[in-house]
């Protein structure tokens, strides 16, 4: 498997997808930068909804609910309130877990992922299932998640490759790369697609080893093509079991170019973004948060003890 730590070849290193202290920051949720003409649009669930409703603002990043009143995040994300459908649910103060590398030889023993519970289980909202396997590459995801909106139009820049690190001028047109600047004032939900394009790449920025599935950002000119931004951190992956929607990665960081301005917020093509390959962590997300079937049976259970304790009485 690749081995990948603090930047790759030509890269910028890795961002982490939160801004600490920024005062530009609209306290609103966040969204995924797309590629479509205007960068709108994609803010309610798609007609094949993976789990738009189980996504939601934390803070200045993104967290996902995986059922049972706990939150899977970023553990750089940290746990706090959290908006799920419109609706604001607080954390349980001291409930924070820390996902491990369940002492995988070589690796940090902490890795970049933690879960929180909060104080009252959402009512309506599906959590995910997790993946149990890794996607393929090729496999197409939707990502769901909390990075700055992006600003309307194309971004060009020339290039100096010869320069360490590369020099990046903003020109009108025949750059040598393209993009979209983002908008660090606006916030909103929002969902893009793309597909996997590596997957097996153990990376390390700060917060312990991760494994990671890999996205690039391709140039599809008028697509929901998806790359992270800043507030993505937490956000969710997700792909198909045949017919059946899975939460297979938690976006964490992305990788620019040598010297590209500000890689954590721009979108150049050829970016790429890494997220938790959550296969490698599900036995430990279930035995926090059991399979719904468990839960159901739980219930059912606890209905039954109930009723023949009325009997009785």
């Excluded at 599809?220 to 929607?245: C, H, I, R």
């Excluded at 590209?260 to 979108?267: I, L, R, S, T, Y």
Aim: glycine share 16%.
């Amino acid at each position: 498997m690749a081995r990948v730590r603090n930047g790759g070849p030509g890269a910028s290193g890795f961002l982490w997808l939160v801004v600490v202290g920024l005062a530009l920051v609209a306290p609103t949720a966040p969204a995924v930068v797309i590629q479509t003409t205007t960068g709108t649009g994609n803010t309610t669930a798609p007609a094949d909804d993976p789990g738009w409703s189980a996504v939601g603002a934390r803070g200045i990043g993104t967290g996902v609910y995986v059922g049972g009143g706990w939150v899977l995040t970023a553990a750089h994300v940290w746990s706090g309130p959290i908006t799920l459908s419109g609706s604001t649910y607080f954390a349980v103060p001291g409930s924070e877990v820390r996902l491990t590398n369940a002492g995988l030889p070589g690796m940090s023993a902490d890795t970049d992922l933690m879960m929180y519970r909060l104080t009252v289980v959402p009512s309506g909202i599906a959590a995910p299932r997790i993946a149990a396997a890794t996607p393929a590459v090729g496999a197409a995801v939707t990502m769901i998640g909390a990075g700055r909106d992006r600003q309307p139009g194309l971004t060009e820049w020339s290039v100096n490759t010869a320069a360490s690190p590369w020099t990046w001028t903003e020109v009108a047109s025949g750059g040598d790369a393209a993009g979209y600047k983002a908008n660090m004032a606006a916030r909103s939900m929002r969902w893009g697609t793309n597909t996997l394009s590596g997957t097996g790449a153990w990376i390390s920025y700060g917060y312990g080893d991760v494994k990671t599935v890999v996205t690039t950002f391709d140039l599809l000119p008028g697509s929901s093509e998806a790359q992270a931004s800043y507030g993505d951190s937490g956000g969710g992956v997700f792909t198909k079991n045949g017919a059946d929607w899975e939460l297979a990665g938690l976006m964490l960081t992305v990788d620019g170019y040598s010297g590209q301005p500000d890689a954590g917020a721009n979108a150049v093509f050829g970016n790429v973004t890494f997220s938790a390959d959550l296969a490698l962590y599900r036995p430990q997300i279930m035995a926090i948060v059991p399979e719904p079937s468990a839960l159901l049976l739980a219930g059912i259970g606890a209905g039954w003890l109930l009723l023949r304790s009325r009997r009785r009485r």
